[in-house]
């Protein structure tokens, strides 16, 4: 079992910024491609980033390219998501989730085996 803890959410205004943490309680975190979703209210839960086993490749929603990085650091044992320039559309409450091996459905939060609780992000205008 991984078990993922997301931290970092808040209220913040259009335009500004803030740094999601994923904490993975696995000993085998870097074995784990890492991906961030969110999910607004009366909306699907959407891909919003993700970033292979080692760090070598990122992958990003267009909705948010240019203004997110996603990034890991396996000795710690934690993935983040730095999001700059925040619109109001990207409220939504941030998961993270993981998985041993992914293929081209990356992007599918159905293929995912592990989930944090979310964390909650609101940007106002």
């Known amino acids: 079992q991984v078990q993922l803890v997301e931290s970092g959410g808040g209220l913040v205004q259009a335009g500004g910024s803030l740094r999601l943490s994923c904490a993975a309680s696995?000993?085998?975190?870097?074995?784990?491609?890492m991906t961030w979703f969110r999910q607004a209210p009366g909306k699907e839960r959407e891909f919003v980033a993700a970033?292979?086993?080692?760090?070598?490749?990122?992958y990003y929603a267009d909705s948010v390219k240019g203004r997110f990085t996603i990034s890991r650091d396996n000795a710690k044992n934690t993935v983040y998501l730095q999001m700059n320039s925040l619109k109001p559309e990207d409220t939504a409450v941030y998961y993270c989730?993981?998985?041993?091996?992914?293929?081209?459905?990356?992007?599918?939060?159905?293929?995912?085996?592990?989930w944090g609780q979310g964390t909650q992000v609101t940007v106002s205008s």
């Open positions: 970033i292979s086993r080692s760090g070598g490749r990122l």
């Open positions: 696995e000993r085998t975190f870097s074995s784990y491609t």
């Open positions: 989730a993981a998985k041993y091996q992914v293929g081209p459905n990356y992007s599918l939060a159905r293929v995912y085996d592990y």
